[in-house]
């Protein structure tokens, strides 16, 4: 899924990354990283960590050092 660069970044990454968990593209236990999801949609690191932030309040992912 591609992100309208139009658009505020940080909602849209947020929701496509709920999506994916919620639709177990992304498995349980599944390592991801800010990077990697950086490099995927081609962004810079911050609206990542912001939509993992969000994620993890939601208890949809697990944040660790």
């Given amino acids: 899924m591609h992100l309208d660069q139009s658009a505020p970044i940080g ?4 929701a496509i990354l ?3 968990v ?6 349980p236990g599944t390592r991801i990283s800010e990077s990697e999801i950086a ?12 939509a993992f932030i ?11 050092p």
Avoid: A, M, T
């Fill in 11 to 14: 909602p849209q990454l947020h």
């Fill in 54 to 64: 969000k994620l993890s309040e939601e208890r949809l992912i697990e944040i660790r």
């Fill in 39 to 50: 490099r995927e949609y081609d962004i810079c690191r911050q609206p990542v960590r912001e």
């Fill in 18 to 20: 709920r999506q994916r």
């Fill in 22 to 27: 919620v639709r177990n593209d992304l498995k």
